[in-house]
Nanobody
Framework: QVQLVESGGGLVQAGGSLRLSCAAS????????LGWFRQAPGKEREFVAV????????YYPDFVKGRFTISRENAQNMGYLQMNSLKPEDTAVYYC???????????????WGQGTQVTVSS
């Protein structure tokens, strides 16, 4: 029902910023919670951020609090992840995902984008 396509990844120096975008298809985008996850080589996919369908609620794990901001523009079927003060350990493939429940668990997300590579150099 929902197709997601990420963009905005790239190479950035430590301390720099990137803004990731998630373009969604379909007419029911606002009914889904939108999450961001990342996966580094050899590691499990981990939760980065989630936003409610209306955009009124957000949640982040400790390792991104104060650095990353999730947002969405439902009229444009777009989600975003603004990443500031990037660290080399943020290097990973970043995925946007949509869920019908409020969750930080990768298993709760039904729809996934293909991912966009973020590389942070030291």
């Amino acid at each position: 029902q929902v197709q997601l396509v990420e963009s905005g990844g790239g190479l950035v120096q430590a301390g720099g910023s990137l803004r990731l975008s998630c373009a969604a298809s379909g007419r029911l985008f606002s009914s889904y919670r939108l999450g961001w996850f990342r996966q580094a080589p050899g590691k499990e996919r981990e939760f980065v951020a989630v936003i409610s369908g209306s955009g009124g609620s957000k949640y982040y794990p400790d390792f991104v609090k104060g650095r990353f901001t999730i947002s969405r523009e439902n009229a444009q079927n777009m989600g975003y992840l603004q990443m500031n003060s990037l660290k080399p350990e943020d290097t990973a493939v970043y995925y946007c995902a949509a869920a019908t429940t409020w969750s930080t668990d990768v298993r709760s997300y039904e729809y996934w984008g293909q991912g966009t590579q973020v590389t942070v150099s030291s």
